[in-house]
């Protein structure tokens, strides 16, 4: 089965702490794309990052980071020096080519950030 | 603005109208999505077109529910006879094949 699990349902730190949001996937196919979006309160769903399957290379962009692991079908992602603005509904997701690349999408991981 | 554009953003209907809504997409995207995502869940997948042909719906598509995408370029989303559990938020999304799809801000439905 083609799968994405966010364990994580709700996680709250204090600004300014690391954060990591787990995500694990279950596939098949040996080519496949795997996404990182976010969700604001205002609701609109904004990309953050594509990795392809044969691409393993950690990516870092700002004070994001994320770590791909086929050995363990993990695509973790981590905001270092967390800012309340952060604070959002993050969603992992999966694509593959014989599900001609339709986003298979985890629940989500609300992402709570105190001042 | 080169973004996805849905409208309306909000509707407010009573239950057996019909309504539509439209979502522009990127113009160079070749693909079009429309999701559903109800308080607390992620989106649902509906159907999706390459150009202007749907090239598939969900099961969740009842009967009730038609979409299309006349030239390629925009798509209508319409829902006939709504009822209650249709409110939801609207989601539509463009890529290309293969691609980061890029969302709209959606289309909320609350039907009374």
């Known amino acids: 089965a083609q799968k994405v699990t966010q364990a994580q349902t709700e996680i709250s730190v204090v600004e300014k702490e690391d954060v990591t949001l787990d995500c694990v996937y279950e596939t098949r196919d040996t080519t496949y794309y795997l996404f990182w979006y976010k969700q604001p309160p205002s609701g609109e769903l904004v990309f953050l990052i594509r990795?392809?399957?044969?691409d393993e290379q950690n990516e870092i962009s700002g004070r994001y980071s994320w770590n791909f692991q086929k050995s363990t079908s993990s695509f973790n992602f981590t905001i270092t020096a967390s800012q309340v603005v952060d604070s959002a509904v993050y969603f992992c997701?999966?694509?593959?080519?014989?599900?001609?690349?339709?986003?298979?999408w985890g629940a989500g991981t609300k992402l709570i950030i105190k001042p | 603005d080169t973004g996805v554009s849905q409208n309306p953003r909000h509707k407010i209907t009573k239950r057996g109208q019909n309504v539509t809504f439209r979502c522009d997409p990127i113009?160079?995207?070749?693909?079009l999505y429309w999701y559903r995502q109800t308080l607390g869940q992620g989106p649902e997948f509906l159907t999706y077109?390459?150009?202007?042909?749907?090239?598939?719906k969900s099961r969740l598509l009842s009967d009730r529910f038609s979409a299309e995408r006349p030239k390629g370029s925009f798509s209508t989303l319409e829902i006939q006879r709504t009822e209650q559990g249709d409110s939801a938020m609207y989601l539509c999304?463009?890529?290309?094949?293969?691609?980061?799809?890029?969302f709209g801000p959606g289309t909320r439905l609350t039907v009374l």
């Open positions: 997701a999966l694509s593959y080519l014989d599900s001609n690349y339709q986003l298979i």
């Open positions: 990795r392809n399957s044969f």
């Open positions: 077109f390459q150009n202007e042909a749907q090239l598939e």
């Open positions: 999304a463009s890529s290309f094949a293969g691609g980061e799809q890029f």
């Open positions: 113009s160079e995207h070749n693909r």
